[in-house]
C-alpha cells in the first residue's frame, strides 16, 4: 500500500534478509516496497548484499545498501568472492589483489588468532563490495546496467531465477523506468536479452505506431553486423540490386533479437544501437521470438503489397517459410539452400526477380526515402498521424529535407522543424516542429508553473505531465508564460510524484505573452 505524503530521505525495507529463501519472494517485496514510496525517497535493503548481487538490488530499484553482511560474514570465517562465497580453508590461496589479500598470505592469514582473522575477512569482504558498487555505478551512469546484471546472474541460480521472474513477470514495473532510448550499444549476449524491455517495447511499436509506405512489393532482407543497416558492406549489395526499382519496394530487415525493422525505422533506438553474438545457429526460442514479430506484422499489414520477396538463406530463409506456410502466403525466395545471400549468384537473382515483377524502372527520389524516414520516426516516437503532419506539404510552403544519411534536418521556408539524432536514435524537435505537430503531442506534454525556465525545469516546478512519458523522451511543455520543448530526465509519472530532480532538459524555450 502506498505510503502517502513521505517527506523523509530514504526508507528501510524491514527483516530482508528473510526474502533470501525465495526469489519470487524477494523481488516481490523489493518491488512493492519500491512502488510504496515516492521515486526520489531512497530504498534501503539492510544487510544482504554481496558483490555477487549489489548489480542486481540496483537494477531492482534498491538505491543503498550497506556492508552489514560483509562484516558479519567475515566473522563467520567466510571468505566473499565476487562469484559467491568460500570457506577459508577451502583456499589454497587468496585470489584477490585488496590491501588486506596483497599483504599476507593465506597460511598467515589462517595463523591469526580469531579475533583478527575475523576482522581481516571481514575488511577484505568490504572492501570487495566497495569495488562492486563502484563497477556497478560506473554502468549505471553509462546506461548499461542490464548487460551488467545479466552477465552477473549467472553465477547465482538464485539471482538467475530472480532476473527471469522479473522479465516475466513485471513488464509494468520495468516499462515505467526504462529510458526510451540511450546513446550506448545494446548488447544482447544471453537468452534473458529476449525479454528486455526495449526489445519489446520496439516490438510493440512496430506494430502500433508504424505505418508502411504503399508499395507493390515486400523484400525480405537479413540484418547486418554493422548499423543503421544501409551503412553495411551487404546492405550496400542489396541496394545496388534493387535500386532501379527501390520506388516499388517496401524492406523489411529479419533479426534477432528485434524480431523485423522496416528500413525507415533503422537508425532509431535499439535498432541501430544493439549487437549479437553471431553463430549461425538460432535456438528455439529465438526462432519463437523472431518468427512471432514477423507473423504479426505480415497479419498486419499483408494487405499493403501485391506481392512479397524474401532474399534469405540458413535460419533466416527457415523462419520466412515457417511462417508464410503459417499464413497460407506466397513468399518468393531469392537465395538457394546453403548460399550466401551476399554471393554473386544470389545478388543476379535478386535482381532479375525484381527486374521481372516490377517491368518498368522507378527510382525512389531522395526527398521521398527521407520523407518516409522522418514520417516513420515520427509516428514511432509519437504516435500514428504526427509524422503526417509533420513531413507533409501543404499549400504554398517550402519543405526541405537537408543533410546526409542519418543526418536529415527537415525545415520549413528555411527554419527547422525536426532534426534526426543519431547518437540516441531519436527526432528532436524545435519549437516550431512541436507547434506543427502539437495536436499530436498531447501524450508528450509537460505542465508547468507560472514561470520561464532559466536551464533545466526542476520536479517541483512540473504541475502535471503524461504517463506516456519515459526518460529521453521528447517532451514539451507549456505554463502560463512559457512554452517549449526538451527532453524527459524523468518518466512522467516520476515528475508528478517527484519533489526534487531534473524533470526536463530544456533545448528551446519562448516566452508566452
Known sequence: EAIPSL??????????????????????????????????????????????NAALLFYLGVDIIDDTNAVIKGYRGIYQVEEGEVRLNELDDLPCNCSVC??????????????????????????????????AKERIRAGNLREYVEMKVRTSTF?????????????????????????????ANTMESLKRIEVKRFANRVQERYEPPA????????????????????HAKFIEAIEDYRGYIHELILTSPLGVVPRELEVVYPAAFYDIPVTGYWNAEEREWVSSCLRA???????NYELMVAHLSGAYKEICSSVAEDLCIELMFTCENNEEATSKEA?????????????????????????????????????????????????????????????????????????????????ALTVKGVRRIVDSLS????????????????????????????????????????FGVGRAKMSGWE???????????????MEVK
Open 297 to 303: 506484422y505480415l497479419k498486419r499489414n499483408l494487405r
Open 159 to 187: 539471482s538467475t531465477a530472480v532476473l527471469r521472474i522479473l522479465d516475466l513477470d513485471e513488464d509494468a514495473y520495468f516499462e515505467l523506468r526504462t529510458p526510451v532510448a540511450r546513446n550506448q550499444c545494446m548488447e
Open 215 to 234: 508499395r507493390k512489393i515486400l523484400l525480405i532482407l537479413p540484418c547486418s553486423a554493422r548499423k543503421p543497416y544501409s551503412t553495411s558492406p551487404s
Open 102 to 135: 596483497s599483504s599476507l598470505s593465506i597460511d598467515e592469514l589462517r595463523g591469526k588468532n580469531n579475533k583478527d582473522r575475523a576482522l581481516l575477512i571481514a575488511r577484505h569482504n568490504t572492501l570487495l563490495l566497495e569495488k562492486e558498487v563502484k563497477k
Open 347 to 427: 545478388l543476379n537473382r535478386l535482381k532479375e526477380r525484381i527486374a521481372e515483377l516490377c517491368g518498368e524502372r522507378k527510382r525512389q527520389s531522395g526527398f521521398e526515402m527521407k520523407a518516409s524516414m522522418i514520417k516513420a520516426m515520427a509516428d514511432y516516437q509519437f504516435g500514428i498521424g504526427a509524422g503526417s503532419e509533420l513531413v507533409a506539404r501543404k499549400e504554398d510552403e517550402r519543405i526541405k529535407i537537408t543533410g546526409k544519411f542519418p543526418y536529415y534536418k527537415l525545415s520549413l521556408d528555411g527554419d527547422i522543424l525536426a532534426r534526426i539524432v543519431p547518437a540516441y536514435g531519436l527526432l
Open 495 to 509: 515528475m508528478v510524484e517527484s519533489k526534487r530532480g531534473v524533470a526536463v532538459a530544456v533545448r528551446e524555450v
Open 443 to 482: 501524450s508528450y506534454r509537460v505542465e508547468i508553473g507560472d514561470f520561464v525556465p532559466e536551464g533545466s525545469i526542476l520536479a517541483p516546478g512540473v504541475v502535471n505531465a503524461s504517463e506516456q512519458i519515459r526518460v529521453n523522451d521528447e517532451v514539451f511543455f507549456a505554463g502560463a508564460k512559457a
Open 7 to 52: 517527506f523523509v530521505d530514504f526508507s528501510a525495507l524491514s527483516f530482508a534478509s528473510g526474502m533470501l529463501n525465495s526469489p519470487r519472494d524477494f523481488v516481490r517485496r523489493i518491488i512493492d516496497a519500491r512502488n510504496s514510496i515516492p521515486p526520489d525517497v531512497a530504498l534501503w535493503v539492510p544487510a544482504i548484499a554481496t558483490a555477487e
